[in-house]
């Protein structure tokens, strides 16, 4: 088979961890592609997920490699099983990678936790408030054509099913009281976006907790997702901005990540009180 033109971000996050195992091994590609039967090349594609893998190879790997971590290994061959195509892939070719990426991401996750400093995070957006926000933001100019706002919303609403699933990730979302009070739209949107956080109770896996304007934090605190893996070593972090999101899975920067959310849960609001914030400023539209 040709190598992927475009592999996902999970794809490529299995390689790269291959890549990891190799070189703490002190092996060279050469090395491995001779093991492989295959040659330098074959092992590039394999780090760059430009190539499958099936898991009794990534035993195989590890083996080769001598690595002892069961459950990495258990993981990695997880990853390596995967055949069936989720749902975002009806939007290959429609939406831009990015949100497929990010889609895998949290459909894969066991759990979430996002903080969110000015706009209420994508996954809890109606689509009145989702659409606002994209055709307001400067990352859409010029604007959207229709057909593609049309699927970004949907893509969006979407997302939520994974709170339908019969074992749902846990997701706790850690908005400022600033992206309460933005105005991306009309008062009355806001305020039924902002009831629908204040109703989640129908998604018991969620927590919303809001960040008020009289705590300090940190300028260090920006807003991201942090997507837990089956092991902590496969935990991911999408960083959000206005013009792209990026992953990071270096453990040096998960570490500062996981530190951050902590100390944000510190100083927000607990979920009751986050619920009766959030009513109280929709009143005050």
């Given at each position: 088979m040709p190598p992927r033109s475009y592999p996902t971000a999970r794809q490529r996050r299995l390689g790269a961890e291959l890549r990891k195992l190799r070189e703490k091994a002190g092996m060279s590609g050469s090395q491995v592609g001779?093991?492989?039967?295959?040659?330098r090349a074959q092992v590039s594609h394999l780090e760059s997920g430009r190539y499958g893998i099936s898991a009794e190879r990534v035993r195989r790997l590890a083996s080769?490699?001598?690595t002892t971590d069961k459950h990495l290994i258990d993981a990695l061959a997880s990853m390596a099983d995967e055949r069936s195509k989720g749902w975002w892939e009806e939007y290959r070719g429609i939406l831009s990678p990015g949100f497929l990426d990010l889609s895998e991401l949290e459909h894969h996750a066991k759990y979430l936790r996002a903080v969110q400093m000015?706009?209420?995070p994508g996954i809890l957006q109606t689509a009145e408030y989702a659409r606002e926000v994209m055709c307001n933001s400067v990352s859409s100019l010029p604007a959207l054509p229709a057909a593609e706002l049309k699927a970004r919303v949907e893509h969006r609403l979407r997302r939520r099913e994974i709170f339908d699933r019969p074992a749902p990730p846990?997701?706790?979302a850690f908005i400022h009281e600033a992206a309460l009070r933005m105005k991306y739209c009309e008062p009355e949107i806001m305020q039924a976006q902002l009831g629908f956080l204040g109703d989640l109770s129908e998604f018991p896996t969620v927590t919303v907790r809001v960040i008020p304007f009289n705590v300090q934090i940190t300028p260090s605190v920006h807003s991201l997702l942090y997507a837990g893996g089956p092991i902590p070593q496969l935990d991911t972090v999408q960083m959000d901005?206005?013009?792209n999101a990026g992953f990071v899975d270096a453990e040096s920067q998960l570490s500062r990540y996981r530190a951050?959310?902590?100390s944000v849960a510190e100083l927000a609001l607990d979920a009751n009180e986050s619920s009766k914030f959030i009513r109280r400023v929709a009143k005050e539209m």
């Amino acid at each position: 088979m040709p190598p992927r033109s475009y592999p996902t971000a999970r794809q490529r996050r299995l390689g790269a961890e291959l890549r990891k195992l190799r070189e703490k091994a002190g092996m060279s590609g050469s090395q491995v592609g001779a093991f492989l039967g295959g040659e330098r090349a074959q092992v590039s594609h394999l780090e760059s997920g430009r190539y499958g893998i099936s898991a009794e190879r990534v035993r195989r790997l590890a083996s080769f490699y001598s690595t002892t971590d069961k459950h990495l290994i258990d993981a990695l061959a997880s990853m390596a099983d995967e055949r069936s195509k989720g749902w975002w892939e009806e939007y290959r070719g429609i939406l831009s990678p990015g949100f497929l990426d990010l889609s895998e991401l949290e459909h894969h996750a066991k759990y979430l936790r996002a903080v969110q400093m000015l706009h209420v995070p994508g996954i809890l957006q109606t689509a009145e408030y989702a659409r606002e926000v994209m055709c307001n933001s400067v990352s859409s100019l010029p604007a959207l054509p229709a057909a593609e706002l049309k699927a970004r919303v949907e893509h969006r609403l979407r997302r939520r099913e994974i709170f339908d699933r019969p074992a749902p990730p846990t997701f706790e979302a850690f908005i400022h009281e600033a992206a309460l009070r933005m105005k991306y739209c009309e008062p009355e949107i806001m305020q039924a976006q902002l009831g629908f956080l204040g109703d989640l109770s129908e998604f018991p896996t969620v927590t919303v907790r809001v960040i008020p304007f009289n705590v300090q934090i940190t300028p260090s605190v920006h807003s991201l997702l942090y997507a837990g893996g089956p092991i902590p070593q496969l935990d991911t972090v999408q960083m959000d901005s206005a013009f792209n999101a990026g992953f990071v899975d270096a453990e040096s920067q998960l570490s500062r990540y996981r530190a951050m959310l902590d100390s944000v849960a510190e100083l927000a609001l607990d979920a009751n009180e986050s619920s009766k914030f959030i009513r109280r400023v929709a009143k005050e539209m």
